[in-house]
Nanobody, 119 residues
Framework: QVQLGQAGGGLVPPGGSVRLSCTAS????????MGWFRQRLGTGREFVAS????????DYHESVKGRFTLSRDNAKNTMYLQMNSLKPEDTGIYYC????????????WGQGSQVTVSS
């Protein structure tokens, strides 16, 4: 049972930056697919970005391309989401998630991190 612990987030002005982290309770296997999702007010959970752990391939939702960047620290079993040029519409609760393989659904979820973009 993988546990994901999140850190980061908070209140950020428009145009600002914040970094979220997601740390796994055990080594992240090379078959894992890691992801970030967000839930904005009045909407369902939506895909933000994914990180294929085997080769480092990343994918981003069109709305965050060029502004958000995924990175990782294997030694710390941690994935990061660097969020730049933030907009008010980026406000929401951000969740990291892990799937054991690319063919599996996301099974393990972090506790969520609130990001509020407001002046």
């Amino acid at each position: 049972q993988v546990q994901l612990g999140q850190a980061g987030g908070g209140l950020v002005p428009p145009g600002g930056s914040v970094r979220l982290s997601c740390t796994a309770s055990e080594r992240i296997g090379t078959s894992y697919n890691m992801g970030w999702f967000r839930q904005r007010l009045g909407t369902g959970r939506e895909f933000v970005a994914s990180f294929r752990w085997s080769d480092g391939r990343t994918d981003y939702h069109e709305s965050v391309k060029g502004r958000f960047t995924l990175s990782r620290d294997n030694a710390k079993n941690t994935m990061y989401l660097q969020m730049n040029s933030l907009k008010p519409e980026d406000t929401g609760i951000y969740y990291c998630a892990a799937a054991l393989t690319l063919a599996d659904p996301y099974k393990f979820w972090g506790q969520g991190s609130q990001v509020t973009v407001s002046s």
